[in-house]
Structures are given as structure tokens and as C-alpha cells.
């Protein structure tokens, strides 16, 4: 079973298009992440949350917007896209404290 | 804030030759800290981590990491890699609870034949 799964693994869209990526997670945590790699392979976060709140919204533009329906579910709804939002996000979820946190396998978003 | 840096952006080293990669790191509070490997086209997979207690800390696939808190480091070793330990090696740091991590840019390990 895939502890961390996100959907789609690849997205081509066109600029001002919007799209989602969808995240589960099936180890009962509590506390997720959004990642963004860019094409240095930097790694920063984005938005976590906790039992469905957000916690943190680091300097993301509000194209962006997480929802988290439930605790196992945290998705990532992105507005009018444009060039520089072209990355691989991933998610991530642990229990929160000095736990360590577990990752999604990714998705490449490509925009044209 | 807190701030991590790895010091070699590429460590080429020959199949079954001992390596060392390095991270620094620097907090104004207590951290805890990780190294994560990430193989070609997938996640992130975690290898170890400090939180307290013995500063040397073992992990999956033979590698270790020694924790150094005079000279805010933890840099990663393995005493003989193998050409699957080609791959992408972060390190992080983290502050607990909901936080999320701060990374450094990666250190890319090629192991040649």
C-alpha cells in the first residue's frame, strides 16, 4: 500500500489554465505538506497543515490554495497558471512533532 | 530562521570508495535533523535522523551520520558505496510540530565503476 500517493504524476497545461494535484495519505497522520522543487532540485515548503489547518502559508501567491477536506486528504489548487510555476510538488505528512515526514512520489507540473 | 548548507553540489566517487557529504546548518533554536536520498523520477526517502541522545546515528543502506554541535554539522558517510547509491542526498533541518522542513540544495552522489 502506498503510504503517500498524489494525482496526477505528470501535468502539461497551457499558461492561464487553472489545475489541481490531489494528495492522500493512509498512515493516519495528522500533519501535511506542500513542497515545491524547483529545477535546481531546491526543495522549499509551501503550506502545512494540521486536522485540516493551515498552520503554515510561506511567501506562496494566492493563486495557490490548499484544501484539506480530511485529515488523510490535502490538495493543491493552482490559478491562472504561469511559466515559473513550472516545478515537481510534493506532499508529505507526518505526526506532527519531531516526527519524521513521509513523501508523496511527486508531480511534475509543466507549463507551456 | 534557520539555514542548511551543503557544502558539494556533485561528490563523484568510485564503486566501493568511502564518501563523505557534507552539511552545515545554522538555527537560532534547537532543531532536529535529517538526510534524505532521492533516487531519479521519485520521492523523497527518508535515511536517518537526530533528535537527541547519541550523536553518531545510523541508517538504512549503511550510512551514518555524526551530529556536531560545536561546529553545526552532520555530515553523512558510508564506508563503501555501491553504484545504486547514485542518487540526490538532502539534508534538513526542522524545528518540530507542524513546521516544515528547511532543506539544503541537495548534493548530487555519482559512484563510478
Known amino acids: 500500500d502506498t503510504a503517500v500517493s498524489q494525482t496526477p504524476k505528470y501535468l502539461v497545461t497551457q499558461m492561464g489554465n487553472d489545475k489541481s494535484i490531489k494528495c492522500e495519505q493512509n498512515?493516519?497522520?495528522?500533519?501535511m505538506y506542500w513542497y515545491k522543487q524547483d529545477s535546481k532540485k531546491f526543495l522549499k515548503i509551501m503550506f502545512s497543515?494540521?486536522?485540516?489547518?493551515?498552520?503554515i502559508n510561506e511567501t506562496v501567491p494566492n493563486r495557490f490554495s490548499p484544501k484539506s477536506p480530511d485529515k488523510a486528504h490535502l490538495n493543491l489548487h493552482i490559478n491562472s497558471l504561469e511559466l515559473g510555476d513550472s516545478a515537481v510538488y510534493f506532499c508529505?505528512?507526518?505526526?506532527?512533532?519531531?516526527?519524521?515526514?513521509?513523501f508523496g512520489p511527486g508531480t511534475r507540473l509543466t507549463v507551456l | 530562521a534557520q539555514s542548511v548548507t551543503q557544502l558539494d553540489s556533485q561528490v563523484p566517487v568510485f564503486e566501493e570508495a568511502p564518501v563523505e557529504l557534507r552539511c552545515n546548518y545554522s538555527?537560532?533554536?534547537?532543531?532536529?535533523l535529517f538526510w534524505y536520498v532521492q533516487y531519479p523520477n521519485q520521492g523523497l526517502q527518508l535515511l536517518l535522523k537526530?533528535?537527541?541522545?547519541?550523536?553518531l546515528v545510523k541508517g538504512i543502506n549503511g550510512f551514518e551520520a555524526e551530529f556536531n554541535k560545536s561546529q553545526t554539522s552532520f555530515h553523512l558517510r558510508k564506508p563503501s558505496v555501491h553504484i545504486s547509491d547514485t542518487a540526490e542526498y538532502f539534508c534538513a533541518v526542522g524545528r518540530g510540530g507542524a513546521d516544515g522542513l528547511t532543506f539544503g540544495k541537495g548534493t548530487h552522489l555519482i559512484i563510478q565503476p
Open positions: 508529505a505528512s507526518s505526526r506532527g512533532g519531531w516526527d519524521e515526514q513521509f
Open positions: 537526530y533528535l537527541s541522545g547519541s550523536t
Open positions: 497543515y494540521n486536522n485540516k489547518e493551515l498552520i
Open positions: 498512515l493516519g497522520h495528522d500533519t
Open positions: 538555527s537560532s533554536v534547537s532543531v532536529y
